[in-house]
């Protein structure tokens, strides 16, 4: 003899997690998909930036370690840039290897008493993937990437004027830039 009853509670069950699955899953996030690319479609499809032959060469809102001479170079990442596993580096102060990490930024940053180097060019972000930089520490860097790219300190300053601005309006203290939107518009000077 069959029982009916267990075969037919799977039964529903099976149906209620399918219906469920299929709202859930799909219809919520197709919703939820199509507000986004309606609203807000560039940040829907996470910020990429292009370069001039129409490749994607990153996302405006996350920080890409720039390491050669011609670019400006963003913040310190304790996670070396990787976007899967954002966050800052949980060392105190105190700390020997934070200490020994911000000797290191320094002497690569030709820092001394005479030029000071802006704390954002010593210090990561709290994610370690902060896009941007003050402006008081893209134009300290402005002289390398001049020289490097062979154009005017100028030019470069005139450039990371039309770049920044201030991220939260007048409630943020000093003018940002983007540093991968920066280094972009580099790219272009010459063209």
Same mark, same amino acid.
Do not use: H, W
């Given at each position: 003899m069959k029982d009916t009853?267990?075969?037919?509670?799977?039964? =529903?069950?099976?149906?209620?997690?399918?219906? =469920?699955?299929?709202?859930?899953?799909?219809?919520?996030?197709? =919703?939820?998909?199509?507000?986004?690319?309606?609203?807000?479609?560039?940040?829907?499809?996470?910020?990429? *930036?292009?370069? @001039?032959? @129409?490749?994607? *060469? @990153?996302?405006?809102?996350?920080?890409?370690?720039? #390491?050669?001479p011609e670019y400006f170079w963003p913040r310190p990442s304790a996670v070396d840039y990787n976007a899967s596993s954002a966050g800052g580096s949980n060392l105190s102060p105190t700390n020997p290897d934070l200490r020994s990490r911000a000797r290191g930024i320094l002497a690569k940053m030709g820092a001394d008493r005479r030029q000071p180097l802006p704390a954002d060019l010593a210090t990561a972000s709290g994610s370690g993937l902060d896009p941007h930089i003050t402006l008081t520490?893209?134009?300290?860097?402005?002289?390398?990437?001049?020289?490097?790219?062979?154009?005017?300190?100028? #030019?470069?300053r005139e450039l990371l004027k039309k770049s920044a601005h201030r991220t939260g309006g007048v409630l943020t203290p000093e003018p940002v830039v983007n540093v991968l939107l920066v280094n972009v518009a580099l790219n272009g000077l010459g063209k």
């Open positions: 009853g267990f075969f037919q509670e799977l039964r =529903t069950s099976v149906r209620l997690v399918v219906a =469920t699955m299929t709202v859930c899953c799909g219809l919520y996030g197709l =919703t939820v998909l199509a507000f986004g690319q309606a609203v807000a479609p560039k940040r829907a499809c996470g910020s990429l *930036v292009f370069d @001039g032959r @129409g490749g994607p *060469v @990153g996302s405006e809102l996350i920080a890409q370690g720039f #390491t050669r520490a893209a134009n300290y860097q402005a002289g390398r990437v001049a020289a490097a790219r062979g154009v005017s300190v100028e #030019t470069v």
